[in-house]
Each structure stands twice: as structure tokens, then as C-alpha cells.
């Protein structure tokens, strides 16, 4: 299943970031999530792990903003994100949170791209436009 999430910077004052990241949400990855939540016991609230998986925007946005240390966050509560830092910058981006029960759902209902953000319409619009950026 493909999962777009909407993207915001940790500074208010962040400017040229992706507004969209997209992976593909398999079987495994999710399986992954529910163990890393199972895993916050005894006051972690919240477990960070590597991850390479997705693409912020597109290869070529990646590259330009210069990413590194992506990581998947989850919560103890259930809740589930993606981050990833930009050289030379003291912020860095996020995905808006979704649940791990919801994408497990979404996942098992064969749903084929699946859209993560406030305004799902508006990050529908966002996701086309981008399409249509990287494949001219």
C-alpha cells in the first residue's frame, strides 16, 4: 500500500522543505511498528529506529536539502511518524501522525494509496502535483 503523509518543519520559519512523503507500507513494516510500540514499557514513551524507507518529496529533494538520519518514531500510545534531519539547519521535518492500528487496517482492507494529514483533499492535490513535477 502506498501511504502519503503530509509534511511540516519543526520551525515556524522553515522554508523549501517536501510537503509530502511517500512510502509503501508492506506487511513487514508495519509488523515492525507494532513491535517497536510493544517495546515502550517502563516509562519509554516513545522508540526511534533507522529507517531508509520513503522518499521526502522526490531523490532529487532529498539530495538538494542533503537528509540524513531519517528515522520511524513511535509511541507508546500507538501513534507513528516519520523524521528526518537537514544538514546545516537547526530543524528538522516530520510526517503528521498516524495510528498503527489505522494503517494496519487500511493495509489488510487492500487499499492502494492512502493519504495521512489534516486535510486529505489538499494533500491529494499536493501528491498530483508531484507526480506530475517528476514525471516531466
Request: net charge negative; charged share 30%; proline share 1%.
Amino acid at each position: 500500500m502506498k501511504a502519503i503523509f503530509e509534511v511540516h518543519a519543526t520551525n515556524e520559519f522553515a522554508s523549501d522543505f517536501p510537503s509530502v512523503f511517500v512510502i509503501e507500507l508492506t506487511d513487514a513494516l508495519i509488523t515492525k511498528m507494532e513491535g517497536l510500540e510493544a517495546k515502550c514499557v517502563d516509562g519509554i514513551i516513545r522508540i526511534a529506529a533507522d529507517s531508509d524507507e520513503g522518499v521526502w518529496g522526490s531523490e532529487e529533494a532529498e539530495e538538494t536539502l542533503r537528509l540524513y538520519a531519517q528515522e520511524l518514531v513511535v509511541h507508546k500510545d500507538g501513534g507513528v511518524y516519520f523524521q528526518a534531519f537537514l544538514r546545516h539547519t537547526d530543524w528538522h521535518i516530520e510526517t503528521m501522525e498516524a495510528g498503527i492500528a489505522t494503517l494496519r487496517s487500511d493495509f489488510e482492507a487492500g487499499e492502494k494509496v492512502v493519504f495521512y494529514g489534516p486535510d486529505e483533499e489538499y494533500l491529494k492535490e499536493l501528491y498530483e502535483a508531484h507526480l506530475v513535477v517528476t514525471a516531466a
